[in-house]
């Protein structure tokens, strides 16, 4: 079932808060302080910060709901897969 809400904070370029903190299922964005990191964080910024998304929990990790999430219909986890390929 897909649940709507809008984020709050991007953590870094895999996980962001709604009411809830959210993860990226599938995609392993680099961490903040390593090469890139901040590359990821800000690029995932820019695609969903202050705005209303879709998400569908598939898991759960470290206090996390993984999730597949969707703008407009496009899936967020998958523009973040390509974008960190080109890293």
Same mark, same amino acid.
């Given at each position: 079932m897909a649940t709507r809400a809008t984020v709050t904070k991007v953590i870094d370029g895999?996980?962001?808060w709604t009411s809830k903190k959210i993860r990226l299922a599938r995609v392993e964005a680099p961490e903040l302080n390593a090469p %890139?990191?901040?590359k990821a964080k800000q690029k995932l910024e820019s695609l969903i910060l202050n705005k209303s998304i879709t998400y569908e929990q598939v898991g759960t990790s470290y206090d996390r709901i993984v999730a597949?999430?969707?703008l407009n219909g496009a899936s967020? %986890?998958?523009m973040m897969?390509?974008?960190l390929e080109t890293l």
């Open positions: 895999d996980t962001f %890139n990191g901040q597949e999430i969707w967020i %986890n998958d897969i390509r974008f």
